[in-house]
T-cell receptor, first 112, second 114 residues
């Protein structure tokens, strides 16, 4: 049973526009929600996170929004750049807090 | 900067071989992890370790074992490689209690079993 779901396998956006990546989760007890970015043939890199006690966290062009009542989080990238083209994973820690659980990922393509 | 280093970027092994994937981290992290990434399946946890000589099964441990004899090193062992173990393998490390900072990943090992 998937605890973290990314229902859109892919997203295409034009350069300069907003990219919105979505993630749904099942367990309201998760403390932190994280986003990772992965280029082909490289390991994932941490992008941004949000605590369950907040509803928004911003870092430059990247903003994560958390809607606890809907058990939904989203990553906004504004403005999108071609270098943002990558696979984006949302992740949470398991209930023991010992290991990250990842969604299946969304492939973002930003065209110039 | 945290550095997680995997011993090989690319490996080609034969079916039935015993395969060792090595991972070293230099930040004195207690936790270390092995994931595999497959198209459409995301990152799936194979095993993790929260201390030397300690290990826990993840979601897909079958066909794998691990070893952690030193804090900085975590090895993944494919006891008898099979073609369905062809995948990208990713090692990661983290410190407990740093939930918002996540885990740091190595560059990955692309394993092909023929």
């Amino acid at each position: 049973d998937q605890q973290v779901k990314q229902n859109s396998p892919s997203l295409s956006v034009q350069e300069g526009r907003i990219s919105i990546l979505n993630c749904d989760y099942t367990n309201s007890m998760f403390d932190y929600f994280l986003w990772y970015k992965k280029y082909p043939a490289e390991g994932p890199t941490f992008l941004i996170s949000i605590s369950s006690i907040k509803d928004k966290n911003e870092d430059g062009r990247f903003t994560v929004f958390l809607n606890k009542s809907a058990k939904h989080l989203s990553l906004h990238i504004v403005p999108s750049q071609p270098g943002d083209s990558a696979v984006y994973f949302c992740a949470v820690y398991n209930q023991a807090g010992t290991a990250l659980i990842f969604g299946k990922g969304t492939t973002l393509s930003v065209s110039s | 900067d945290v550095k997680v280093t995997q011993s090989s970027r690319y490996l080609v092994k034969r079916t039935g071989e015993k395969v060792f994937l090595e991972c070293v981290q230099d930040m004195d992290h207690e936790n270390m992890f092995w994931y595999r990434q497959d198209p459409g399946l995301g990152l799936r946890l194979i095993y993790f370790s929260y201390d030397v000589k300690m290990k826990e099964k993840g979601d897909i441990p079958e066909g794998y074992s691990v070893s952690r004899e030193k804090k900085e090193r975590f090895s993944l062992i494919l006891e008898s490689a099979s073609t369905n173990q062809t995948s990208m393998y990713l090692c990661a490390s983290s410190s407990p209690g740093t939930g918002g900072a996540g885990a740091f990943f190595g560059q990955g090992t692309r394993l092909t079993v023929v």
